[in-house]
T-cell receptor
Framework: EPEVTQTPSHQVTQMGQEVILRCVPISNHLYFYWYRQILGQKVEFLVS????????KSEIFDDQFSVERPDGSNFTLKIRSTKLEDSAMYFC?????????????????????FGPGTRLTVL | DAKTTQPPSMDCAEGRAANLPCNHSTISGNEYVYWYRQIHSQGPQYIIH???NNETNEMASLIITEDRKSSTLILPHATLRDTAVYYCIVRAPMGGSNYKLTFGKGTLLTVNP
């Protein structure tokens, strides 16, 4: 079964450094997402990406963050100058479509498939 | 997206059905009910979603009340591997600026041997 993959699984960096988190979405998916989860807290949406542009972003996704799809398979999240509070688990997700127009059951067009996450530790 | 209310935790015996409730009394007519789960430290996993009809797939069943103000996720024969946090998410169809999943605190389901 196809799955979303993420690298690295764990990244340790010094405050102020730039980090790039990498994701390979499922190959026929068109919508891509980043979420994060600070330890013990909720999963929070960061950004969604479709057709080579950001389609929605949260307040967390400020100028320190950027996303890119540099080729046909990778989707990256860059944090320009990391802060201590950026320490979190970062999840990439992808979906075939973004819509919720079909009913449930075996339909697989709308749901987001998540990767295993990258644990980012900022020291 | 409508707000949801779930109990913070539930227990279930292995092999028995687990019934996880969710209240979404402010749901709008075009909003879907999605269920995801997160096994410790892993990425969220899609389970099922529905609009107004009951739905079943290989993982679970989703029962939505007629007034759509609440729903129940049913895991028919819970196993130890079903121990996870279960999230009920109400979400409008995509379009405009609506792409994200909004996760709450969910219900921690513990399946006991």
């Amino acid at each position: 079964e196809p799955e979303v993959t993420q690298t690295p699984s764990h990244q340790v960096t010094q405050m102020g450094q730039e980090v790039i988190l990498r994701c390979v979405p499922i190959s026929n998916h068109l919508y891509f997402y980043w979420y994060r989860q600070i330890l013990g807290q909720k999963v929070e949406f960061l950004v969604s990406f479709y057709n080579n542009e950001i389609s929605e972003k949260s307040e967390i996704f400020d100028d320190q963050f950027s996303v890119e799809r540099p080729d046909g398979s990778n989707f990256t999240l860059k944090i320009r100058s990391t802060k201590l509070e950026d320490s979190a688990m970062y999840f990439c997700a992808s979906s075939k479509r973004g819509g919720g127009r079909t009913s449930g059951g075996s339909s697989s067009y709308n749901e987001q498939f998540f990767g295993p996450g990258t644990r980012l530790t900022v020291l | 997206d409508a707000k949801t209310t779930q109990p913070p935790s539930m227990d279930c015996a292995e092999g028995r059905a687990a019934n996880l409730p969710c209240n979404h009394s402010t749901i709008s007519g075009n909003e879907y009910v999605y269920w995801y789960r997160q096994i410790h430290s892993q990425g969220p996993q899609y389970i099922i979603h529905g609009l107004k009809n009951n739905e079943t797939n290989e993982m679970a069943s989703l029962i939505i009340t007629e007034d759509r103000k609440s729903s129940t996720l049913i895991l028919p024969h819970a196993t130890l591997r079903d121990t996870a946090v279960y999230y009920c998410i109400v979400r409008a169809p995509m379009g405009g600026s609506n792409y994200k999943l909004t996760f709450g605190k969910g219900t921690l389901l513990t399946v006991n041997p």
